[in-house]
């Protein structure tokens, strides 16, 4: 059975630090592309990281950049999403996402694109 697994996702307060992991299982993901969206109470889902798991080339939303980083462990078929300086606005369900489609530059956003996905964990930063 192909699936994404995230956890990690907690109760933190703002500015610290939070590493979520997504575990990948049921194919070689070696040729897909990973994400993490994530939906806030009341908006829309929205992108923000990806990555090349063969390349290990990634994106970043303007919102995270400089605060967030993404990583993958091939041995254990794992992505990681490292949250640092974490805000209020950082509150949210985080998923984990995969598309053996070729993506890149704008199409990172594009949801329809990755037909993989985890169930959520969920990220609350308290002020």
């Known amino acids: 059975q192909v699936q994404l697994v995230e956890s990690g996702g907690r109760l933190v307060q703002a500015g610290d630090s939070l590493r979520l992991s997504c575990a990948a299982s049921?194919?070689?993901?070696?040729?897909?592309?990973m994400a993490w969206f994530r939906q806030a109470p009341g908006k829309e889902r929205e992108f923000v990281s990806g990555?090349?798991?063969?390349?290990?080339?990634?994106y970043y939303a303007d919102s995270v950049k400089g605060r967030f980083t993404i990583s993958r462990d091939n041995a254990k078929n794992t992505v990681y999403l490292q949250m640092n300086s974490l805000k209020p606005e950082d509150t949210a369900v985080y998923y984990c996402?995969?598309?053996?489609?070729?993506?890149?530059?704008?199409?990172?956003?594009?949801?329809?694109?990755?037909?993989?996905w985890g169930q959520g964990t969920q990220v609350t930063v308290s002020s």
């Open positions: 996402a995969a598309t053996s489609r070729p993506v890149s530059g704008s199409r990172w956003s594009s949801q329809a694109d990755f037909g993989l």
């Open positions: 049921g194919r070689t993901f070696s040729s897909y592309a």
């Open positions: 990555i090349r798991w063969s390349a290990g080339t990634t």
